[in-house]
């Protein structure tokens, strides 16, 4: 179970008008990165002004999103210069974490502290990283402490949900959790719901649907609690059910593939060619390189007679995978 960084989550906005400028290259060189639209200003005053901290935390924070090891590198600038700004080694913390450079986040984290004794969210980020590090005594020993507090007694068990999954002992595991969520009150962590959700289903209890759609309450633009309660509902036979979440998903997220491709599913099953298709259809536009949704898509059409529609389609489908054994079969029965 991870937890969303609040650094992440508050800062999201700033680092997100850095997206833009650097997906086109997955891998792109450090340099370039640096130097990209909207981090370029920032760099340039760096090699102007070398010995503000303000700066490399503003470019650490622009970053973030997109390259938290160079946003670590920034934030540890910046701290290095300023060594009393709590704020600086929080922010290096959360990009170790985000690295998953452990041994790191725990030494920030624990300087951070240093700076600003007793501030209950730093101890939490701590002993996450505690966990990461399995130090699993230490971490519950601070969330014994974070349990007595009024605004951290839901992370102390977060935290402790935490320990016990990694323990393997769901069932302590899923206590933890319906604690934290409670003591959270109306706004619980998102990954925290999720996360008591899939629990509860690996047991095959009910009561995790409740939670899935908790979790889309916290987050309503996000069809993915709405496709696992759905798919949930399908593991227990429930399809009529079933149905009704796939729908509401589409409804949230008008471009979710899989919702798509669910009911698809669920109707070709059906032998319901015509509503099969139209499914399999939009879930080829919503993502038009999944060479699944055209291979069903194809599939639909070879049952209602569609003979070079679904050739094409099965061409398609083996386009966008090149290994696609039953594409190909589904090619060479149609050409004979």
Known sequence: MKYLSILLVLLGAVACNNT??????????????????????????????????ALYYRRALLLFNTNPTLAQADFEKAASLQPDNADYWAGAGEAAL????????????????????????????????????????????????????????????YLKARIAEDQQDTTTAIKHLTT????????????????????????????????????????SLNATPLYEAAQYQEELGNQAAAIAAYRQCIISDPGYEPAYLALGKIYSGKKQWKEAFSFYNLAAKSAPTDAQAYYYRGLCQEQLGNKQEAIADYIKATSFKKDFTEAKDAIKRLSK
């Not at 624990?110 to 980020?125: D, N």
């Open 98 to 157: 985000v690295s998953d450079d452990y041994p790191h986040a725990e030494i920030f984290f624990r300087k951070a502290l240093t700076t600003a004794p007793g501030y209950t969210y730093l101890e939490y980020r701590l002993a996450t990283a505690m966990i990461e590090n399995k130090k699993y005594p230490q971490a519950d020993s601070m969330a014994n402490v974070l349990a007595q507090t009024k605004d951290a007694r839901d992370k102390a068990f």
């Open 20 to 53: 833009g400028n650097n997906q086109q290259d997955q891998s792109p060189a450090p340099d370039s990165v640096l130097y990209s639209d909207i981090i370029r200003p920032v760099t340039d005053s760096i090699r102007r002004f070398p010995d503000q901290p």
């Open 180 to 219: 934290a969520i409670s003591a959270a009150g109306p706004h619980p962590e998102y990954e925290a719901v999720m996360e008591l959700g899939d629990l509860l289903r690996a047991r095959k209890q009910p009561a995790a649907i409740q939670f899935y759609r908790q979790a889309w309450q916290l987050d």
